[in-house]
């Protein structure tokens, strides 16, 4: 019902910036949250900024500051504005939504982003 596809990761030097964009497409429109998640090899999948439909966002403490969360006024694209990037913020980042009805999770395919020092 929802489809997501990811784009924008890559290979970044140490406080460069990357910008990551996830477009929503399929027979639900309108989404309760929208937020990007991510996974670093052997560790749990963590959140990393979410937005709500109200417009309230929220961050992980490890990227306050540095990431941006928004969203495109005119289409169901999820934007992930990165800066200072670390090479701790290297991981497979996914898009993530979860529409008022059904409530269930929806992921894109992920996409990596890899920081070097």
């Known amino acids: 019902q929802v489809r997501l596809v990811e784009s924008g990761g890559g290979l970044v030097q140490a406080g460069g910036s990357l910008t990551l964009s996830c477009t929503a497409s399929?027979?639900?429109?309108?989404?309760?949250?929208m937020g990007w998640y991510r996974q670093a090899p052997g560790k749990e999948r963590e959140l990393v900024a979410s937005r709500f439909s109200t417009g309230v966002t929220t961050y992980a403490d490890s990227v306050k500051g540095r990431f941006t969360i928004s969203r495109g006024g005119a289409d169901n694209t999820l934007y992930l504005q990165m800066n200072n990037l670390k090479p701790d913020d290297t991981a497979v980042y996914y898009c993530?939504?979860?529409?008022?009805?059904?409530?269930?999770?929806?992921w894109g395919q992920g996409t990596q982003v890899t920081v070097s020092s």
């Open positions: 993530n939504v979860r529409p008022f009805r059904p409530v269930v999770d929806y």
């Open positions: 399929g027979s639900i429109f309108e989404f309760n949250v």
